[in-house]
């Protein structure tokens, strides 16, 4: 089963989140990651978030772990299949700025 994140409304401060792509670089931060590693703290983008979050916005790379993310699942988000997970904004570490 896959689910559509396009259009999702996120409840209480809750957001959806995926693994940031494989390379990626933020001014001098420059970091490459394949896969998902349940026991690392990660970069993820939000991709949908509750009205109630403040801290960030969609579209924000966010550090956070799996650990206090859902597992895994399958989603679609504009037409492509990706992995995402669920998380409330209290579990977020930090947002990276530009």
């Known amino acids: 089963m896959t689910t559509k994140i396009d259009g999702i409304k996120m409840l209480n401060k809750d ?5 940031k792509p494989k390379t990626e670089v933020a001014n001098s931060l420059i970091y490459v990651k394949e896969s998902i590693d349940e026991s690392d703290i ?6 949908a978030k509750s009205d109630k979050v403040t801290m960030f916005e ?5 550090v956070c772990s799996w650990k206090r993310i859902t597992p895994p699942f ?11 997970g669920i998380t409330s904004e209290d579990e977020v570490l930090g947002v990276i700025e530009d």
């Open 15 to 19: 957001v959806v989140i995926t693994l």
């Open 42 to 47: 990660q970069f993820f983008i939000v991709l």
């Open 58 to 62: 969609v579209g924000d790379t966010v």
């Open 74 to 84: 399958g989603a679609m988000f504009k037409g492509e299949k990706i992995k995402v």
